[in-house]
């Protein structure tokens, strides 16, 4: 986004492809019950999805297609038995290049509905952040696709039930203005529109000296993570209810690091939260707005949610992992994006 799958497509929202391992042989392929979502490298595979206060996904663009897909298979554990006909049909009776991508007739469909507490009557809310353009379907007018994720290949026949992101089609003159690869879009399936509609800001960072920066002591596994790096540029950005403050770490090569990010209330100065984005071995802190000399934006701020605090989001990349979406008060929440990425 800008969150960007820029790849996450560049960056954060889009289904990673930049694995190195794409490849697993089916003899290391366990059958068992397991999540598509993988929060981190170090999940079990036994573990059941991520619970958030609220599912949002995203918009996966297709190549010289003329639909878009949007997989809600974190929400829709698959089982890995290939013999197990419940979640798909037989796939090797449609044969290898059908397989790849395929809707659902009403007895699959009808169990997806009802695994994912989905209705017919409910609707599916495709919404863009950095244009602030909002689409709605309703459930039953859109199809149920299963698409070969993009770890697995015709080298891989027969597929296996977990090579699939399960979710539905959306036709692309649908989705006219909408950002390029829909890097910025957001999909929440329910009753009602989530999303406020309000304008996000991306945020204009300023340099400021280093004395200006809140005096807050590092929490001690911040410490651990920062104990050989050191601090670089200072920024801050200002709205009517929020100050921001965001200082850089470098390591020993003068590389950026990790960033710690400050926000407080404009008025009161006081601190509402504090997060750490760190390099690992999954993760990496994204660029700031305009430090690559364009014009794409990764950090927002704003009203993103009817019913929910302001969010700020944007400061780091994931590889394993989805990108987060952190609410502006106490509770401290991070809302984990459903984007099936896979590793």
């Not at 392929?29 to 036994?46: C, F, G, H, M, Y």
């Not at 984005?277 to 305009?290: D, F, H, I, K, V």
Request: glycine share 4%; with cysteine; net charge neutral.
């Amino acid at each position: 986004m800008n969150i960007k799958y820029h790849a996450l497509l560049g960056a954060s929202f889009l289904f990673l492809l930049s694995c190195n391992n794409k490849q697993e042989t089916k003899n290391n392929k366990p059958n068992l019950i397991k999540t598509t979502a993988i929060q981190n490298d170090s999940v079990r595979d036994e573990e059941l999805p991520r619970k958030e206060s609220i599912n949002l996904f995203t918009l996966t663009y297709r190549d010289s297609t003329d639909v878009a897909f949007v997989s809600l298979s974190d929400i829709y554990p698959v089982n890995d038995d290939p013999s197990d006909k419940l979640i798909l049909p037989n796939i090797e009776k449609m044969g290898k290049t059908a397989a790849q991508y395929f809707t659902f007739g009403e007895k699959y469909r009808n169990l997806f509905l009802s695994k994912t507490n989905i209705s017919e009557t409910d609707s599916l809310f495709v919404y863009d952040y950095a244009k602030n353009k909002l689409a709605s379907f309703a459930i039953k007018n859109l199809k149920t696709a299963a698409l070969l994720n993009g770890y697995s290949s015709g080298e891989d026949w027969p597929y296996h039930n977990y090579d699939y992101m399960i979710g539905f089609e959306i036709s692309k003159q649908y989705l006219n203005g909408f950002s390029d690869y829909y890097t910025s879009v957001l999909v929440y399936a329910g009753k009602e529109n989530p999303f406020a509609k309000e304008p996000l800001k991306p945020i204009d960072w300023k340099k400021i000296n280093r004395q200006e920066y809140p005096s807050k002591a590092l929490k001690n596994e911040d410490k651990t993570i920062l104990k050989n790096a050191i601090p670089g540029n200072t920024y801050s950005y200002k709205t009517n209810s929020h100050q921001y403050f965001l200082q850089d770490y470098l390591d020993s090569n003068k590389i950026i690091y990790a960033r710690r990010l400050l926000v407080t209330d404009s008025k009161t100065k006081e601190i509402i939260i504090e997060k750490l984005y760190s390099q690992s071995e999954g993760t990496s802190p994204a660029p700031l707005n305009g430090e690559n000399g364009d014009n794409s934006f990764d950090q927002y701020t704003g009203k993103l949610f009817k019913s929910k605090p302001p969010v700020v989001f944007g400061f780091q990349y994931e590889s394993f992992g989805c990108p987060a979406i952190s609410l502006i008060d106490k509770s401290n929440e991070d809302i984990y994006i459903q984007c099936d990425n896979r590793h």
